[in-house]
């Protein structure tokens, strides 16, 4: 690698991205490309001579951007935020530029050693136990994702009841929230607030125990970021010598103030404990952060046997750099104002008599939908469903969806580092009330049968709306589209109804 090179290319690579940011506000958060978009405009093979960097970053531009769904866009509402900060980016550059593969202590003494430290930081921050921490019996680790995280704790789980049962044991395992086989999915409602209740979970382990089975892990996760209790859980699961985890992935980050972080009250009970930090903690993807209460005795840490892959990256340092550019208070501040937002949008959605919240908002995640009409046939699942279609073919805002009680439901998450008031504001009068008022995105019932649903789509210009079945610019900015289950592809309408986050 050539120093001047990489001086020169890493300030113009630097200035690409600066006035991305500044001009994220101008693209569709959404990307509008069809399937195999990129595969017209890009070589069958790769070039056989050096090309120039500006060439590189005009294919970026022309052909790479309109691919990208833009995650980091202040009208990003979609799933749980992905945040992305200057000081996550530049801890990721230096791990970058160091390209160290620190998969044990000796391959990289001070990535084994910041990583214990950032996680010890991490861990004072949310007031956990001393077990969690490296100078108890415990300690931390970055992973990928929560799904790896939950990955090597089943692991672990697994092979700490099979030294208690035996290995012939293996196929009366019984795992509440991983395989289809042994697997446990636990229903829960609006009575609980979407919350898991203890006599549900009793009821399944007292029922797969009957049968000759062992229930040995739970593992808690939501889409409308309800908050299970933990410390009956926990306590229920220490009586039956199951591996408790909790999956805090979105909210645990919340619990860095003290006005939220009873929320994981009972911590204690755990035997292991997951956050995102990537997730709304200002820490570029990926950082997530598993915690647990034991942990090998050795004078070193090698994190390779803490992980499924052998290889890992230096990514402590972007955490490091986070907690040392902000501060806690900073950060504290930070999750606030996500939440206050989310609020406010709340409150937006209350006074108008046509929508209703359907989950209690604890965070900065709102759940609501239309009210639909009376006796409609689904309970507004497609109407809901044709409201979400249309507010994110706009391109203006992006928002996900979940299923709860068997209703589609909208989901606004609050959480990009770039949101403000004003993005909120809009969001409500272009892409919800005034786009209602001028949209009419109804039902009508003397078009309908009973496997017909047309609805009506009025826009507020006459330009493309780019929806799911390809609908071209519509004259007068009107357009009427027919959901027919014999002419639709039901995978493009109909989504599966099961609590899955999209």
């Not at 050539?2 to 300030?11: K, S, T």
């Not at 294919?59 to 749980?80: E, M, N, R, V």
């Not at 089943?154 to 099979?162: E, V």
């Not at 004259?475 to 493009?492: E, F, P, Q």
Request: proline share 5%.
């Amino acid at each position: 690698m050539d120093a001047e090179q990489l001086r020169e290319y890493g300030h113009r690579m630097v200035d690409f991205i600066a006035d991305y940011y500044k001009s994220i506000e101008s693209f569709p958060v959404l990307s509008q490309v069809k399937p195999g978009y990129l595969t017209e405009l890009l070589p069958e093979s790769a070039p056989n001579d050096p090309e120039c960097l500006q060439d590189i970053f005009d294919d970026i531009l022309q052909k790479i951007i309109p691919g990208i769904t833009h995650w980091q866009s202040p009208d990003y509402f979609a799933y749980f935020p992905s945040n992305s900060s200057t000081a996550g980016f530049l801890g990721e550059m230096l791990s970058a530029g160091l390209n160290i593969v620190g998969f044990s202590w000796v391959t990289s003494p001070a990535a084994t050693e910041l990583e214990v430290i950032v996680l010890d930081w991490l861990a004072k921050m949310l007031k956990l136990p001393n077990q969690f921490l490296s100078t108890g019996k415990g300690g931390g680790v970055i992973q990928g994702t929560a799904s790896e995280a939950i990955l090597v704790v089943l692991l672990a789980a697994r092979d700490k009841i099979l030294r208690k049962v035996g290995k012939k044991s293996l196929e009366k395992l019984v795992i509440a929230g991983i395989f289809p086989e042994n697997l446990r999915v636990l229903k829960t409602d609006l009575t609980s607030n979407y919350a898991l209740s203890l006599e549900v979970v009793s009821e399944a382990i007292s029922s797969d125990l009957s049968a000759g089975l062992i229930p040995f892990l739970y593992v808690g996760t939501t889409s409308s970021a309800a908050v299970d209790p933990i410390s009956e859980l926990g306590k229920l699961a220490k009586a039956f010598n199951m591996w408790f985890h909790i999956d805090a992935a979105y909210a645990g980050s919340a619990c860095i103030c003290p006005e939220y972080r009873h929320y994981i009250d009972g911590v204690e009970e755990a035997d292991s404990f997951g956050m995102n930090a990537h997730k709304w903690f200002l820490t570029n993807f990926d950082c997530s952060v598993l915690w647990v209460q034991a942990s090998q005795e050795n004078a070193v840490v090698d994190f390779k046997d803490w992980q499924i892959p052998l290889g890992r990256r230096f990514r402590s340092l972007k955490l490091w750099l986070v907690l040392r550019l902000y501060g806690v208070a900073n950060l504290q501040s930070y999750i606030r104002n996500h939440i206050r937002l989310a609020e406010q949008f709340e409150q937006l959605i209350t006074s108008d008599s046509r929508f209703e919240v359907v989950a209690p908002r604890t965070f900065s995640l709102v759940c609501f939908r239309l009210i639909p009409p009376p006796n409609d046939q689904d309970n507004g699942y497609k109407l809901n469903h044709g409201l979400l279609d249309a507010v994110n073919s706009s391109g203006k805002i992006f928002l996900s969806h979940t299923v709860l009680s068997g209703n589609f439901i909208l989901r606004f998450a609050v959480g990009a580092p770039l949101t403000e008031d004003r993005h909120i504001k809009t969001a409500w009068q272009l892409s919800f009330r005034r786009g209602l008022n001028l949209a009419k995105l109804i039902p009508n019932s003397k078009h309908s049968s009973a496997n017909e649903t047309t609805v009506n789509v009025e826009l507020e210009d006459s330009g493309t709306l780019l929806s799911r079945h390809g609908a071209s610019r519509p004259a007068l900015g009107r357009i009427t589209t027919t959901l027919m289950n014999k002419s639709v592809d039901r995978k493009t309408w109909d989504c599966p109804r099961n609590p899955k986050n999209y």
